[in-house]
């Protein structure tokens, strides 16, 4: 399910505008498969009635400001409870695995003529959320360090 209007502007008059980092840990690995791990930091300036993050993919563990939560994922968001979070700094811990995707979009990876696989990613209009989680939202800008660990 794509992000409605109404979703985004709750997002974004409860996250401070320039408050978001992403860590993201990624094991790209051959085959059908990858794993990972996505750091999300922000700052609310109020408690929404809901906080859902975009991601198209399996959690494996969920961690809101240092405490394991039950994961609540639906249509491609994950809900994080609400009642973990609080007026300023936040911390969400998204551990996951993902399929490749082979339509051009997301994380995609193909075998070529030579038996080689490549990796590459398009995330553009909204496409982010097929790879790692995240506020997949363009007003919401935020600054990201990706580490990458592949094959050879």
Same mark, same amino acid.
């Given at each position: 399910m794509?992000? $409605?209007?109404?979703?985004a502007e709750s997002r974004g008059l409860a996250i401070k505008r320039g408050s978001i980092t992403y860590d993201f840990h990624i094991s790209l690995e051959k085959g059908n498969n990858y794993s990972g791990f996505a750091e999300i930091s922000f700052e609310l300036n109020t408690i929404p009635q809901e906080l859902p993050i975009d991601f198209n993919g399996k959690v494996t563990r969920l961690?809101?400001?240092? $405490?394991? $939560?039950?994961?609540k994922a639906e249509e491609g968001f994950?809900?994080?409870d609400v009642s973990l979070l609080k007026v300023g700094h936040n911390v969400v811990g998204v551990h996951y695995s993902n399929s490749y995707n082979n339509d051009g979009s997301g994380c995609v990876?193909?075998?070529?003529?030579d038996g080689k696989q490549y990796i590459y990613t398009q995330f553009e209009p909204y496409y982010?959320?097929?790879?790692?989680?995240?506020f997949d939202q363009p007003d919401l800008k935020a600054k990201m360090r990706l580490y990458v660990v592949s094959p050879s």
């Open positions: 794509p992000l $409605t209007q109404e979703r961690v809101v400001n240092g $405490t394991a $939560t039950e994961v994950l809900f994080l990876s193909f075998v070529d003529v982010a959320n097929r790879v790692f989680a995240c």
